[in-house]
């Protein structure tokens, strides 16, 4: 397979780079640590005859316990004690993404706005060609739910249900300033696996803001797989949350991602919790809620009714390691 | 051994010990060649256009546009050279491009050599095919009966079965009558492939001399040769086969392979030399992987447990070419009589073309999946009776020196020291039956061919393994063979044999690269037969040589060469340090009007089998023996489970490098757990839907269970210093002994393979609806 040729942009500044996605609108990928977009070229997914590349733009760089640069590298953040401290759903979800190599180049930006995966989507241009396509590149069906109009391709990112546990804020630049939105709202409800951001045309992920109210939380994120190493999720779910000395919730947070073509939140169901104690019965039950909400489809290694059966006791786990306070 | 081996009671001095790889050192430095690295001038690029249509008659082709390409120097087709090819003689169904028709997604239909990679791409998008759409055939049992356009024209009747084998020994149905218990699993196993880290690789380059050379990663470089004389219609004198360093094989490179010989092609159209570099998928799709299996399996004991009968099938999915098929199709059932004692014996084997990958010989070929199905069936049996499982294979051990009842002749068997070993390392008397709900022990078994007793090429007078010693003034031994190291240390292995023998340095023994032009033939790395042959053949050698130096030596010393002791790097009078001769006075004396010392050994089988059809299949100059256990943990909710140990007794006669044989049962034990845990080449009907290394799941290095290493096996009496195969068989056992061990942790038996978690939850809700509890769960 070969990597068709490109035209590589490195701008140095926010500014620059919104403008050269400005002039280059449609016409370009943002390429961070291009541990998925590479590849994806190879099999000539979706091509654009130009990159613009962000690592020389200082801003994207660099890490706080407040704010997480979009181009940060994962296995930087993973190395840093305090921030696993501060924020332990994400210090397990950064030791769970893809294997030590990928993460020495994967970025916080690429792991949130990573590619939606199918079995039917990411696949050689010869073996998509053989099929005749589909709906997300190329095509006009779909193969997993055979209809024209809705791609059920998964959200296959480990850190958003971990960043959207701790009320994480995105900040975005674009060709009409800066936004700064809640995490939840970088991801289109109401879309599909295709259209599955709200980001705009030449809008850039500039960093992730972490606010203080959450630092601290309990929080666990639990990843399933087929194997502990290499895969993307199949499942993943995060919890955070404050209990008092009691063992009252205080507040409680849970995310679900790997599952659909968006992580979810599910504040509905955690936020009648709060003033509780949490027991066996009760994590069950809202185990049981999310699971009957999630609707997996079988487009990835695992059979879809066991993913939607595993959401009852990622959860249910996920809950009680949380309050254990269990190190990550 | 006869008087005049002088070594037979000499104690070993390097063979037994931990002997590291000769070509470790320039391995680990990045400095050893394989194919790729290598690059000839002038060099083109091959690229394959495969088939998108899992089954289709080729009408016609458009090749103009291709051709046309700026940079494009060659695009054949399968009408240039159509000669069909394969392993086997007898089934010769490949052809190196299709011709006529694609029989699967995947099936190479043409080639193109260009300037650089990216126009022989471009080159492939522009070759037009007319196509006339087939029927896919992705189920080996509907294939069984007629079809409406089978997939080949030699198929059984107007079916898909490319080969039916029907046998029977004794008398099953009488011995079932008096079983006192039986059994009966029905395995089914998904596809698995080698997964080799090289990629298949090969460069091909015509000369104006008239001649052709191929550097490819082979495990077969004779096999090649031949193919490649076949199919070109080129004299094999003229075709000069080269095997740089090979990146494992596994039987993924023991076929000759289509794109080795489109390859060839390429070269002989253009006059400059190719290089073909296949990508992950490509390789995917050539497989030649292990047949994915349905098995059905019984068998009857008495009340003492003594087994009475075996009465096997096996449906067996080829995929779109033979290959080792036919092979496979006896293996299926003839490797099922051992490790025990089997009086009655019925099989009946159909494997049967498919619209998918061709599927051929992989480690432990033929002997993994029915192996499965009779260990977990004896698990089943050994319950029943109220026996351990111990016990109840250590009543049915095949005794030393005995024949089976399909006449296989076995010699030596450490089989019931293997069974000791692994009882009594894994501490299994307080962990059978006694661990908690979701953790437990199991016991698998097994034994494996110690090199095929036939060659494929059946030349009777031929050996299967010659090797050639080469000693000059220098006093360095170059060794020549066509042996093929593909990393499992056979190259090591033939220069300690030579070094143990002649009681010299290891440094002063230089195996040379495979090149058919300098190399005896050796039939290659397949059917673990190298250590035994190959072995064989060197220790001969050796000892040719070895009786020169003495007589060199003996002359200087001026004693008969019966008095001379040979000490290292020296020789001395028998019993006395002094007067003693240098290896290097020695040798220049042996050289004295005969110039360079040279010697050949040669090793070949002794007829073995009996005389009815298909009778050699499965019959070997020695077998290996096993007995290992696993132990599972079992998360109960998830179906996640560990391997956190497993307890390998192995019998491969006289362990000769330590280090390469822990290396061969480490390996197995992960490719076997891969087989368990998670590999499988998923389809929708005939298309592969993983054909990648992300999405076909070979286990990672945090499953990889500790390995307690046991070798308990005595000197065979025929194998090199008493060696047998350690390549193949340790795989076999780590699949029924994890099986097992799933039942003993959960109480739920386990006959589709891979063992996923979300099957493991699945049998445990069945377990559950059954209302059948287990260890109080």
């Given at each position: 397979m070969h990597l068709d040729p490109f035209e590589l942009h490195r701008p140095t500044s926010v500014e620059e780079t919104v403008g050269l996605a400005r002039s280059l609108a449609g016409r370009f990928d943002y390429l961070a640590g291009g541990t998925d977009l590479l590849p994806n070229y190879k099999m000539h997914l979706n091509l654009r005859p130009h990159l613009v590349a962000l690592e020389a733009v200082p801003e994207l760089t660099g890490h706080s316990l407040e704010r997480l640069g979009a181009m940060s590298r994962l296995a930087d953040l993973e190395r840093d004690p305090a921030l696993a401290a501060a924020w332990p759903a994400l210090a397990d979800a950064l030791r769970e993404v893809a294997t030590p190599l990928v993460r020495a180049s994967g970025t916080v930006g690429g792991n949130l706005l990573v590619e939606t995966r199918c079995f039917f989507f990411n696949q050689s241009y010869f073996w998509r060609a053989s099929l005749g396509f589909c709906l997300k590149a190329d095509g006009d069906r779909c193969h997993v739910v055979p209809q024209k109009t809705t791609c059920y391709a998964t959200f296959s990112g480990d850190l958003a249900p971990a960043l959207l546990v701790g009320d994480a804020e995105v900040e975005i630049a674009g060709p009409t300033g800066r936004r700064r939105i809640p995490l939840t709202g970088l991801y289109d409800a109401g879309g599909d696996g295709i259209r599955r951001?709200?980001?705009?045309?030449?809008?850039?992920?500039?960093a992730v803001h972490l606010p203080p109210r959450a630092r601290g939380r309990r929080g666990r994120y639990l990843k399933l797989r087929v194997r502990p190493a290499y895969d993307f999720p199949e499942l993943g779910v995060a919890v955070a949350g404050r209990w008092d000395g009691d063992g009252r919730v205080q507040e409680l947070r849970l995310a679900v991602g790997g599952a659909e073509p968006h992580p979810r939140t599910f504040d509905d169901l955690t936020?009648?919790?709060?003033g509780q104690r949490l027991n066996d019965a009760r994590r069950a039950a809202l185990g049981e809620e999310v699971a009957r909400r999630v609707r997996p489809v079988h487009n990835t290694f695992l059979v879809p009714e066991y993913r939607k059966k595993m959401v009852a006791v990622f959860v249910r786990r996920a809950l009680a390691q949380a309050e254990e306070g269990r190190a990550a | 051994m006869t008087a005049s081996d002088p070594v037979a009671d000499e104690p070993l001095t390097l063979l037994g010990g931990r002997i590291p790889y000769v070509e470790g050192p320039l391995k680990v430095t990045g400095r050893a060649e394989y194919t790729d690295d290598i690059r000839r001038p002038n060099q083109l690029v091959g690229r394959l256009l495969r088939s998108p249509w899992p089954h289709a008659r080729l009408v016609s082709v458009d090749l103009r546009e291709a051709r046309a390409l700026p940079g494009v120097a060659a695009v054949l087709t399968g009408e240039r050279y159509p000669t069909p090819f394969g392993v086997l003689p007898i089934t010769h169904d490949e052809t190196a491009i299709a011709v006529g028709k694609a029989r699967y997604q995947g099936d190479i239909i043409a080639a193109v050599a260009a300037e650089d990679e990216r126009t022989a791409e471009l080159a492939l998008e522009k070759i037009r095919f007319e196509v006339a759409p087939l029927p896919e055939y992705a189920d080996p049992e509907a294939g069984t009966r007629t079809v409406a356009e089978p997939i080949h024209a030699r198929g059984l009747a107007g079916t898909n079965i490319q080969k039916e084998v029907v046998q029977h020994f004794g008398d099953v149905d009488a011995a079932f009558a008096k079983a006192a218990h039986q059994v009966r699993v029905r395995g089914s196993f998904a596809g698995v492939t080698h997964a080799f880290t090289e990629p298949l690789v090969t460069i091909a380059e015509a000369t104006p001399d008239g001649r052709l050379t191929v550097w490819s990663a082979t495990q077969v470089p004779h096999y090649l040769h031949r193919a490649l004389s076949e199919v070109l219609g080129l004299p094999m004198h003229r075709i000069r086969v080269v095997k740089p360093e090979v990146g494992g094989g596994f039987g993924g490179k023991s076929d000759p392979l289509p794109h080795e010989i489109a390859c060839a092609a390429l070269s002989l159209e253009t006059g400059r030399p190719v290089k073909m570099l296949l990508d992950r998928e490509d390789v995917f799709y050539t497989n030649h992987g292990r047949h994915p299996t349905r098995n059905d399996v019984r068998i009857a004991v008495d009340g003492d447990g003594r087994i009475l009968a075996y009465d096997v099938e096996a449906l067996i999915d080829g995929g779109a070419w033979s290959s080792f098929g036919t092979v496979t199709t006896y293996y299926n059932g003839v490797l099922a009589m051992g490790p025990y004692r089997v009086p009655n014996f019925r099989y009946r084997g159909r494997r049967v073309y498919t619209t998918k990958p061709p599927s051929g010989a992989m480690r432990a070929h033929g002997g993994t999946n029915i192996r499965y199905s009779i260990e977990v069936a004896l698990d089943q049996l050994a319950e029943r009776l109220g026996l351990d499982p111990f016990e109840l294979r250590a009543r049915n051990a095949l005794p030393p020196n005995s024949t089976t009842v399909n006449e296989f002749r076995i010699t030596s068997t450490s089989f019931l020291k293997c069974l000791e070993a692994a009882k009594r390392a894994s501490g299994w008397s307080e962990k059978f039956r006694k661990l908690p709900f979701g953790r437990g022990v199991g016991l698998g078994c097994g034994f494996y061919i110690s090199g095929s007793n036939s060659p494929i090429h059946f030349t009777p007078k031929m050996p299967q393994s010659t090797v050639h010693l080469k000693v000059d003034m220098d006093g360095g031994i170059a060794v020549h063979s066509m042996q093929a190291d593909i990393g499992q240390g056979s190259n090591t292995l033939l220069a300690a044999i030579v070094a143990e023998v002649l009681h010299v340095?290891?440094?002063?023994v230089h195996v040379q690269r495979v090149d058919s032009d300098v190399s005896p033939i050796d039939l290659g790395s397949y059917s673990s037969r190298v250590t035994f042959m190959m072995g064989n053949a060197a220790r001969s050698a050796a000892l040719q040589l070895r009786a020169a130096l003495v007589a060199g030596a003996a002359t200087l010393l001026g004693i008969p060469p019966s008095e001379v002791e040979v000490g290292h790097e020296r020789f001395t009078p028998r019993g006395r340090a002094e007067p003693a001769v240098t290896f290097e006075q020695a040798l220049h004396q042996a050289m004295e009007k005969v110039g360079a010392l040279t010697a050949t050994g040669a090793y070949q089988t002794r007829p073995a089998g009996g005389s009815f059809k298909g009778a050699r299949a499965g019959t070997a100059p020695a077998y290996s023996f096993s007995a290992y256990v696993a132990e599972v943990d079992v998360d109960v909710e998830t179906g996640d489970y560990r391997v956190p140990k497993v307890w390998a007794a192995f019998d491969c006669?006289?362990?000769?490098?330590r280090l390469a044989v822990e290396g061969q049962i480490e390996g197995s034990v992960h490719m076997g757990l891969g087989q368990v845990m998670g590999e499988s080449m998923n389809y929708r009907a005939s298309r592969m839907l993983n054909p990648s290394l992300l999405e076909y799941k070979i286990p990672a290095p945090q499953q990889m269970p500790e390995v307690e290493i046991l070798l308990v096996g005595d000197a065979d009496p025929e194998g090199p210093f008493g060696a047998k195969e350690a390549g193949e068989g340790p795989l076999i056992a780590t699949l029924p002994a994890v099986a097992n061990a799933l039942y003993d942790a959960i109480g739920c038996r386990f006959t589709e393979l891979p063992i996923t978690p979300d099957r493991v939850v699945r049998a445990l809700e069945e377990r559950r609806k059954e209302g059948r509890p287990w260890k109080g769960a």
């Open positions: 951001l709200t980001l705009q045309p030449g809008e850039l992920l500039v936020a009648p919790l709060e | 340095d290891l440094a002063r006669g006289r362990v000769l490098n």
